[in-house]
């Protein structure tokens, strides 16, 4: 099955720095990688998502990149702000499997006033 | 606010227990997904349904079952609970087929005693 490999575990940024996030994963068949913020005992909420046929992807401060070849894709958030301080969760899924989510092991962002 | 509820919002029983857990998707999604964070396995699929139907079945142990009624929602049935269950149960609906956007509800926290 699908194994998403995230990283870094931890991500330590200085207000206003950039921050990235980066997964792999290992089905070439998935073609649907959304990425969902979490706080602390909170659900998980969709930030942004890119699917296969798109190598980026865009929304004001946030950004994902996409590349089939290598089989990974990235998060990058600029501009960091406190309020982004969050568990970032990227994740992969294909639709013949019913669309089933497979998580990365999640990144805990901390943005440092 | 995502529009997917579940109840209860937590949840404390003993060993040996079991427990249902309810999740009513956004008005007009028919696929509803199960996944368990816990903090050592983070978050893992569990099952899904689609109109009525089981479609796809993840790292779900024995003693857990699921159902999804004609109404769409959906409950999820743990037995012979571990104190190992102890964990954060999400539920996730899209509206199915092609569509793969996943939102989710605010989850229960189970905790065994």
């Known amino acids: 099955g699908e194994n998403v490999e995230q990283h870094p575990s931890t991500l330590s940024v200085q207000e206003g720095d950039s921050a990235v996030i980066k997964c792999t994963y290992s089905?070439?068949?998935?073609?649907?990688f959304p990425w969902y913020k979490q706080e602390l005992g909170k659900r998980p909420q969709l930030i942004i998502d890119?699917?296969?046929?798109?190598g980026e992807k865009k929304d004001q401060r946030i950004a994902v990149t996409l590349n089939k070849t290598a089989k990974h894709f990235s998060l990058h958030i600029t501009e960091t702000q406190p309020e982004d301080s969050a568990v970032y969760f990227c994740?992969?899924?294909?639709?013949?499997?019913?669309?089933?989510?497979?998580f990365g092991g999640g990144t805990r962002v901390l943005v440092k006033p | 606010d995502s529009g997917v509820t579940q109840t209860p919002k937590h949840l404390i029983t003993a060993t040996g227990q079991r427990v249902t857990l309810r999740c009513s998707p956004r008005?007009?999604?028919?696929?509803v997904y199960w996944y368990q964070q816990s903090l050592d396995q983070g978050l893992q699929f569990l099952i899904q349904?689609?109109?009525?139907?089981?479609?796809a079945k993840g790292n779900i142990l024995e003693r857990f079952s699921a159902q999804q009624f004609p109404d769409l929602h959906s409950e999820l049935n743990l037995s012979s609970l571990e104190l190992g269950d102890s964990a954060l149960y999400f539920c996730?609906?899209?509206?199915?087929?092609?569509?793969?956007?996943?939102?989710f509800g605010p989850g229960t926290r189970l905790t065994v005693l």
């Open positions: 996730a609906s899209t509206l199915g087929g092609s569509t793969d956007t996943q939102y």
């Open positions: 089905d070439s068949a998935s073609n649907y």
């Open positions: 890119i699917r296969s046929n798109v």
């Open positions: 994740a992969a899924s294909r639709k013949a499997a019913g669309n089933k989510l497979t």
């Open positions: 008005s007009g999604d028919l696929s």
């Open positions: 349904y689609y109109n009525g139907e089981e479609r």
